[in-house]
């Protein structure tokens, strides 16, 4: 499979700094080393109406932004964000300028979401600290300023993985979603499909990367085999929220992404697919970088507003 040019750029800028593997650091290390590519990937982050750092019962982070050029009094849509990080990494501030660009592209105000890490907290407190995200948007719509009609759920990797476990959450517990956004999401955690044979080397990414990630994230071997860390082993998908997936091909998520988008259409869910051939993991959160991050947020904002309408 051919490669993207700026993905050649990247990996060539990456191969010269002698970036360590996050695989090969301790996780407090690894941190660093991932907030130390922010400068590098990201653009400045965009300006937008406004924003406000709390937390939500449970005592869980949020950051809450408006869209730019949004009515303060306006009942906006709303996406309930869950930053990627393979459930070690990331914080508010790793996924600040995507979240600002989905807030300002589709009109909506976004809920940020900072979950508890692995491995200091296992599974499923990321699950949890998601739900109780999404549980204050859809409980209490009026004290953020948001229609309670027009929630998603949205995320990339491990966020796309609790994204489509809170869509399957809510489903079951009487929260209508509008929409969910699963961008390169983990839905798999036996690790059994092809791509992990075929990304092996080379990028960011890699099989044995997500066996790090997995293993300080999940207690038990058991843990692989329950939906709220594995959706794709769901008995049933159907009745969850509309969905846009998107999978890069150089990643060794691609094939549970598609996978679980099939699953969806499968079961009665109508999903869009959103297939890039010459991209790495992690790609939509590089807009300094590689341009077709623009492409995939401008994509998501378009669905965001189509599911809303």
Known sequence: MTLDPDVLNLLD???????????????????????????????????????????????????????????????????????????????????????????????????????RLAPEHKFPAAYDDAIAALRFAADRPDQLGIDPAKIAVAGDSAGGNLAAAAALYARDNGIVLA??????????????????????????????????????????????????????????????????????????LCDEGLAYAKRLEQD???VDTLYFSGQLHGFVSMGKMLRASDTAIRTIAHSLRTHWS
């Open 179 to 252: 929409s969910q956004i699963l961008i390169y999401p983990a839905t798999d955690m036996a690790m059994s499909h092809g791509s992990y044979r075929r990304v092996v080397d080379g990028f960011p990414l890699v099989a044995r990367t997500m066996e790090w990630f997995i293993a300080h994230y999940l207690r038990t071997e058991a843990d692989k085999y329950d939906w709220r860390a594995s959706p794709l082993r769901a008995a049933s998908l159907g009745g969850t929220a509309r969905a846009l997936v998107i999978v890069a091909a150089h990643d060794p």
């Open 13 to 115: 800028l990456i191969k010269r700094a002698g970036r360590p593997a996050l695989d090969s650091l301790p996780p407090p290390e690894a941190r660093v080393a991932f907030a130390a590519g922010r400068p590098i990937l990201q653009p400045d982050p965009a300006d937008v109406a406004s924003v406000r750092d709390f937390s939500v019962p449970g005592d869980v982070p949020v950051r809450f932004y408006r869209g730019i050029g949004t009515d303060p009094a306006a009942k906006l849509p709303c996406v309930v964000y869950y930053h990627g990080g393979g459930w070690v990494l990331g914080d508010l501030d790793s996924h600040d300028v995507l979240c600002r660009r989905i807030a300002n592209d589709a009109g909506c105000a976004v809920l940020s979401v900072h979950y």
């Open 268 to 270: 009665g869910v109508l």
